[in-house]
């Protein structure tokens, strides 16, 4: 079993940053890709961002030069960097960690609201 727990959410006015942790515990060694998806009110929780062991990276159009997803195995974290941030970033962003056999471990989620 892996345990992962999200931290660094809150309230933003646009234009502003934010960092996301997402920390893992458990049966990591599984883990070959780790994610943030986010999923805003009504609508379906959407891809923001994935980096594999390796380091490679993917990004969604929408966040793509504003946000920078990392991670450091040996302090089995993952992180988002979230700049000049827009209302429509707002939502609730979860850590996904997927196993090489398509296993997926969600943590429950940090909300972040961009406005004022």
């Known amino acids: 079993q892996v345990q992962l727990v999200e931290s660094g959410g809150g309230l933003e006015r646009p234009g502003g940053s934010l960092r996301l942790s997402c920390a893992a515990s458990g049966s990591i060694f599984n883990i070959l890709v780790m994610g943030w998806y986010r999923q805003a009110p009504g609508k379906q929780r959407e891809l923001v961002a994935r980096?594999?062991?390796?380091?490679?990276?993917y990004y969604a159009d929408s966040v793509k030069c504003r946000f920078t997803i990392s991670r450091d195995n040996a302090k089995k974290m993952m992180y988002l960097q979230m700049n000049s941030l827009k209302p429509e970033d707002t939502g609730v962003y979860h850590c996904l960690g997927a196993t090489i056999n398509g296993t997926g471990y969600w943590g429950q989620g940090t909300q972040v609201t961009v406005s004022g």
């Open positions: 980096i594999t062991t390796g380091g490679s990276t």
